[in-house]
């Protein structure tokens, strides 16, 4: 997972970058056609994609970790997990404007996360996300920018690597996540824009069991999910067709 870390920070550098520097990227730029001006009579169908990067929580999660690693209570604390850890996922998504001011967009996510304790090298906690995606947005459109808030609800269909010494076990789950979050589009030419985000989230995520049915449990008899809450920056491209 140490690439994923050079990713994150170009990810995170880059979007703070554009952030600053939205307005310079058309200043002084007469000759392209505007978003504002082609949507004035049209409505946009659009299509996103990119890469982003998370920052959440696994209560239950690492409650299971404290209990499985051995002598975990003796690490140091730089050793033991944070409440909050890092996350990278890969999106796309299809958005139809239903009316000036709203828009529909579906969107999938691939979302990647793993725990480890390097004072613990013979364990491994990697779990991924399918994420099918509603999201409603209300458009606030400027000449060569639109931004856009956004509420959603997706379908999250979770699947756990546990891995111990040699072996290893997979645990699947399913639930619902709630997203909010907001996405600018800077146009960089007459279709094309570049895509920034931010977004919380929060997931609501059954009990996770093994392929015969086995429920992931501690020795108190607490089971175990992926429910996490949380935030992410997203960095892609749109493309517009009016």
Same mark, same amino acid.
């Given at each position: ?16 970058? @554009? ?25 946009? &169908? ?35 997990l944070s409440d909050f850890s890092s996350s990278l996922e ?14 529909? $967009? ?6 990647? $996360? ?11 906690? &990697? ?8 999201? &409603?947005?209300?458009? @606030? ?19 756990? &690597? ?37 977004? @919380? ?42």
């Open positions: 997972m140490k690439k994923f870390r050079y990713i994150k920070f170009f990810l995170i550098c880059f979007v703070i970058y @554009i952030s600053f520097n939205i307005n310079s990227l058309y200043a002084g730029d007469t000759t392209r056609v505007s978003l504002m001006s082609q949507n004035k009579n049209h409505l946009f &169908t659009s299509l996103s994609f990119g890469m982003g990067v998370g920052y959440s929580n696994n209560p239950s999660l690492k409650k299971y970790i404290q209990y499985i690693i051995p002598d975990y209570s003796s690490l140091s604390p730089s050793d033991q890969f999106f796309a998504g299809v958005e139809k404007q239903v009316s000036k001011k709203f828009s529909l $967009k579906a969107e999938y996510s691939y979302f990647i $996360k793993s725990y480890n304790v390097s004072a613990r090298p013979n364990f491994d906690f &990697t779990y991924r996300n399918h994420q099918p995606y509603l999201i &409603t947005n209300y458009i @606030i459109p400027y000449e060569y920018f639109y931004i856009k808030l956004g509420a959603g609800v997706g379908y999250i269909i979770s699947d756990l &690597t546990v891995k111990q010494y040699v072996g290893e076990i997979d645990y699947t789950s399913t639930g619902v996540g709630l997203k909010l979050e907001s996405v600018v589009n800077a146009q960089v030419s007459k279709s094309v824009a570049v895509y920034l985000s931010g977004f @919380i989230i929060n997931t609501i995520m059954q009990d996770l069991k093994d392929k015969s049915g086995l429920e992931l449990i501690t020795s108190s008899n607490d089971k175990i999910n992926l429910s996490s809450f949380g935030a992410g920056l997203r960095l892609g491209v749109e493309i517009y067709f009016f």
